[in-house]
């Protein structure tokens, strides 16, 4: 199954300094709290609704928010993936799995290939060499899970890397918004809105009249997770 999936981020940001006045005290771990969700619905099968969550967020020395045109946050600790080397310096991929004893217990690998920790690299559509890496939960700053209610009235997380087989491989909304202080380099307390848009064709296909809740949090660049909360349940057509 195709999904098409993107995300849009919005942020409103309250910049705390007043002059006659001492500025508030914020715990440097950030905190948030849910605000509202809004289902916007395209109308055409081919283009992309999306659900658009609001979150109001506190932090005491600002340091929030990711730059996706600054090379360092691309780089550790922030880098996407970590990939394995042998001391020879060649990567390690998935001959050596099947070959060498001390790397049988990597994540097994069979077709069809998956999107997880084996990445595939062609050559006029023949598969030229497997290489083994892992993701790096970092490379995100905000953290979103679907959560769908059973008949019994418990949830499941629905899981977006599993639920599809390669290459229709579905990839979390996890994802990051940009950095809302005004100087990094002088930390200082920050709260305000945070509104943080989800893409996909795949929405109402795969959820239509189910019972849903978000489970988030995010993390500033120091690495520190905010408290996670949950939206209130909900259906797509309960928030349009």
């Given at each position: ?11 409103a ?20 709290e ?42 550790i ?9 042998f001391?020879n ?16 217990t ?8 998956n ?9 006029d ?14 490379h995100y ?14 949830f ?14 579905g990839?979390?909304?996890?994802g990051?918004?940009?950095v ?61």
């Amino acid at each position: 199954m195709s999904l098409i999936r993107s995300l849009i981020v919005f942020c409103a940001l309250g910049l705390v300094v007043l002059s006659c006045f001492d500025p508030p005290t914020y715990s440097p771990v950030p905190e948030i709290e849910f605000r509202s969700l809004k289902f916007k619905e395209i109308g055409d099968v081919s283009e992309p609704d999306s659900i658009i969550l609001s979150l109001n967020f506190k932090d005491g020395d600002g340091d929030i928010g990711l730059d996706a045109s600054n090379f360092a946050d691309q780089n550790i600790p922030y880098n996407n993936k970590y990939y394995f080397r042998f001391p020879n310096g060649t990567l390690l991929n998935y001959k050596a799995k099947r070959t060498n004893p001390n790397y049988d217990t990597l994540p097994a690998f069979v077709k069809p290939y998956n999107c997880t920790n084996w990445e595939i690299f062609t050559e006029d559509k023949i598969v030229k060499d497997t290489l083994y890496f892992q993701l790096n939960p970092d490379h995100y700053n905000i953290f979103i899970d679907f959560l769908v209610k059973n008949p019994d009235g418990s949830f499941k997380e629905f899981n977006w890397r599993e639920e599809f087989a390669y290459p229709n491989c579905g990839i979390p909304f996890d994802g990051r918004f940009p950095v809302l202080s005004k100087d990094l380099n002088q930390p200082g307390p920050l709260e305000g809105t945070i509104r943080y848009g989800m893409v996909s064709t795949g929405f109402k296909l795969l959820f239509s009249i189910k019972t849903l809740k978000l489970r988030i949090k995010i993390q500033d660049r120091a690495l520190n997770k905010s408290n996670e909360i949950e939206s209130p349940e909900f259906t797509l057509q309960s928030i349009k």
